[in-house]
């Protein structure tokens, strides 16, 4: 079945989502845990940070759609499972990993952009053929025609 799963979805896209889990697990291990903690951050890098955060498993998830849709349905729960497991496992350990290394926190901060860019940049390149049938269906009035 995995053989399966990496034929339909490709193996980039399953790169893509470990890189999804390490940029948030970044994010999540560098999170302010007191007000304290809190820095201010540039308006542009903050939206940034959060458009990336956004369309990464976005992208994800729609791939994993698209991708299974003419395929065997049993393929559907993993390629689309994968995307949410991987943003909740990196969520969780990170935010253990944060409660737990206070002082790593800073340099997770500055790893954030950076780690939130790439996974962001390896999901378009995974997710590049969903992306053209998207855009496709934008100029056909929404209709998705494989």
Sequence with gaps: MFADLIKIVGVW???????EALAVFVEQAGAARSPDDE???????ALLSFVASLL?????????F???HGAEQSL???????????????????AIVGAVFRAAAPAMRTL??????????????????SIRILLEAMQNGGAILQ
Aim: aromatic fraction near 4%; proline fraction near 8%.
């Design 39 to 45: 820095t201010k951050r540039g308006s542009g890098v």
């Design 112 to 129: 954030a952009l950076p780690l939130d860019l790439a996974a962001l940049a390896v999901t378009i390149y995974a997710t590049l053929p």
């Design 13 to 19: 896209f399953l790169i893509a989502c470990v890189a």
């Design 76 to 94: 559907r729960v993993p390629a689309m499972g994968a995307p949410i497991a991987a943003v909740l496992l990196g969520a969780l350990v990170g």
């Design 56 to 64: 990464t498993p976005g992208l994800l998830l729609a791939h994993g």
């Design 66 to 68: 698209l991708a299974t």
